[in-house]
């Protein structure tokens, strides 16, 4: 299955729930905030931008951290805060929130969920790879991990995104809240800290009012791709990694899925 870079708007209740994977994102409540303010955000799990709440839980995740113009800090919290994020905003800039999970697995039980999943995240080859491999197609597990990005702006928002040592990230390659979004919003996804070429992308785009859409999109060589984008709207945009595994024991997974995120507004 091949997409072009941008492809047309696909209106969220035409896709199929059997087609839809489990996203996690961070969710700020407000992405621009006041010299003054508080960095609000929930951790969210769930599907077409829509999901439920994860508190903070040390044991959950790996790294959990906050750059604003350019300082690194560990996000502060009690174990089962919810919103998992509420610190007072620092100095002004732009502020990127962190986030990977520990590891987590999945026991498939049944073929066409993990069918539906491939082909939805477009995999074209690990069906037949499956099958090479002599795996079965009921009882295997596969690992799973999140990599979660979030881009707020402090007062004046100024400052840009950049790598932060994820396994696999989205960086921004503009600043939504500073530069000129007329021609979309530059992004390149990377992998083991290097571009990935080919790779789908999956937007979501929620207006102030009314249904989130989804589009899909293609990195280019360098990895890199322009998502389009609208003032006044928030955005999920979510990248995949579906690698195979080498089991040691019965029940090691045989398939492991590293999962990318990035949310951000673009301002009215």
């Known amino acids: ?89 620092p100095q002004d800039g732009l502020c990127v929130i962190i986030h990977q999970t520990t590891d987590y697995t999945l026991t498939y039980d049944e073929w066409q969920k993990f069918v539906n999943f491939v082909e939805h995240k477009d995999f074209d080859r690990v069906l037949a790879d499956h099958a090479a491999r002599g795996l079965p197609e009921t ?6 991990s999140r990599y979660a990005k979030s881009l707020i702006a402090v007062g004046d928002g100024a400052g840009k995104d950049a790598k932060v040592g994820l396994l696999t990230e989205i960086v921004a390659e503009a600043n939504p809240y500073t530069d000129n979004m007329a021609g979309g919003l530059p992004i390149r996804v990377l992998y083991n800290g290097a571009p990935r070429a080919d790779a789908q992308v999956e937007l979501f785009a929620r207006p102030p009012s009314g249904k989130v859409t989804v589009t899909l999109h293609r990195t280019d060589a360098n990895g890199r791709v322009t998502l389009p984008v609208q003032p006044g709207y928030a955005y999920l945009a979510d990248a995949v990694v579906l ?13 492991e899925s590293l999962w990318a995120s990035l949310t951000f507004a673009v301002p009215e």
Request: with cysteine; aromatic share 10%.
């Open 1 to 89: 299955m091949k997409f072009s870079n941008i492809l047309s708007v696909v209106a969220l209740a035409s896709l199929p729930v059997s087609l839809s994977a489990h996203e996690f994102w961070i969710d700020p409540v407000d992405y621009t905030v006041a010299s003054d303010g508080t960095l609000v955000a929930a951790l969210r799990v769930g599907e077409n931008f829509a999901g439920a709440e994860q508190p903070y839980l040390e044991r959950s995740f790996e790294r959990f951290d906050m750059r604003c113009a350019g300082d690194l800090d560990a996000v502060p919290g009690r174990a089962g805060d919810r919103p998992a994020l509420n610190v007072a905003a």
């Open 139 to 144: 009882g295997f597990v596969e690992l799973y």
């Open 243 to 255: 690698r195979p595994l080498e089991p040691r024991a019965e029940n090691d997974p045989v398939w």
